[in-house]
């Protein structure tokens, strides 16, 4: 191509827009299609209508969608070669052989937990095995026009980039993915051998982790050696058992953003703590901790991000060396001076003055008069515990 892949999503997406409530039109394009290359009219009309995800979907769908559009729009996505070979080519589904195994272990008579990888969901999804089921699935997003309204997949692009980067880095911790069979599938299930055998089914509807699913799916599609493990959970539930199953998913306990964010161990804050926490010639090593400690881990990472890594996601080991060392030295030189602190907790205000001074060059008795002057801070700009430019301001002028 000769644009990126998500260009091309970006345009077609903003002209399928209208064309889904344009039916003369839709049912042309629908219908020229299939009768050159062999598509079926529901799969193309999914495309349009944003029931499937343009990301997840391959190039030669989406060249002929482009090419009915305008095809001197066609041109400058890709090549004379790629236009010539992809007019010429009729749909053709790949074929998955049943019956075919699953490794699993059965946890109820209607679920299992097994592995597998990022191969065998390509596999299936290039035989349609995989399908998003609008009946049991997460809220789509309604468009109007008129008279008219369609429900369109809504995908999470913040989400979906992290998700890829974490893949493409080899930092992704594989979890769950789950597919439902259909009842009206055929399998049967070996205690002994732990393997569940699909003997056929129209298609699996994949009920959790749609967007690890897209991302996984366009990075095979960059890169067809790209692999990775999942877990795989299979279900055989009704479409009111699945709903059930998302709402009980969706109510997991949600930690405040402060403290899932000191959990990522990929960011430059978090790794200069934990280096600092084993630090032997830090004076408070080991009791920087997410929970009790004298300094809390999700203050420190969330002050020290915001003033040394801000927008950054990762940085050269020799920054995190030395942003360490400026810590442990100020902090350091600190408690030294004010010996309480050896056994005082530090607040939030308190970690923050403290770090925040540190950056500043501040003297430790400039940074203790400023401690015991907390209480002339306005409660409301430090109401959220995270970091902002009011904070440093409001503290300057104590």
């Known amino acids: 191509m000769l644009k990126e892949k998500k260009e091309l999503v970006s345009y077609l997406k903003s002209k399928c827009n209208s064309l889904v409530f344009n039916q003369k039109k839709l049912n042309t394009i629908i219908t ?3 009768t050159e290359n062999s598509v079926p009219t529901g799969i193309i009309m999914d495309i349009i209508a944003g029931r499937t995800s343009m990301e997840e979907d391959n190039e030669f769908l989406l ?71 609008a009946n049991a699935q997460r809220t789509m997003q ?8 369609i429900y369109k997949i ?32 055929d399998w049967t299930y070996d205690a002994k051998r732990n393997t569940l055998t699909v003997n056929q089914l129209s298609a699996f509807d994949i009920s959790d982790g749609y967007h690890r699913y897209v991302a996984m799916c366009q990075l095979k599609e960059a890169n067809p050696d790209f692999n990775y493990p999942i877990e795989l959970r299979i279900i055989s539930f009704p479409d009111d058992k699945v709903k059930q199953f ?71 080991m020799n920054e995190v060396v030395a942003v360490k060392d400026q810590l442990k030295n100020g902090i350091n030189a600190f408690v030294e001076a ?13 970690t923050l003055i403290m770090i925040y001074g540190i950056t500043q060059n501040w003297t ?28 440093a301001n409001a503290i300057e002028k104590l």
């Open 364 to 391: 430790p008795e400039t940074i203790n008069n400023k401690i015991n002057k907390i209480d002339q801070l306005d409660k409301r700009i430090f109401a959220n515990k995270a970091m902002k430019k009011s904070m």
């Open 32 to 34: 020229e299609i299939e």
């Open 154 to 185: 809504a995908l999470n692009a913040k989400a979906l980039k992290e998700i890829k980067t974490s893949l493409a880095q080899g930092i992704f911790i594989p979890n769950t993915i789950t597919l439902n069979m259909p009842e009206t599938a």
């Open 246 to 316: 998302i709402y009980q998913e969706d109510q997991k306990t949600k930690m405040r953003k402060i403290d899932s964010a000191s959990m990522n161990m990929s960011s430059p804050a978090n790794i200069v703590l934990e280096r600092l926490n084993m630090d032997t010639m830090f004076d408070l090593k080991g009791k920087v901790l997410r929970n009790g400690g004298q300094i809390n881990f999700g203050y420190a990472g969330n002050i020290i991000e915001y003033l040394f890594f801000k927008g950054i996601k990762t940085a050269p």
């Open 338 to 350: 004010y010996p309480e602190w050896f056994d005082k907790r530090f607040g939030f205000k308190e």
């Open 63 to 133: 060249f002929l969608i482009c090419n009915k559009i305008d095809q001197n729009k066609t041109k400058e996505f890709f090549t004379e070669n790629e236009i010539n070979f992809y007019q010429s080519q009729q749909y053709e589904r790949d074929e998955f052989e049943f019956p075919f195994d699953i490794q699993c272990i059965q946890v109820a008579s209607d679920q299992w937990i097994g592995v597998a990888d990022v191969n065998f969901l390509i596999e299936l999804r290039k035989a349609q095995l995989i399908n998003y089921n």
């Open 142 to 149: 309604r468009v109007v026009h008129g008279n008219k309204e």
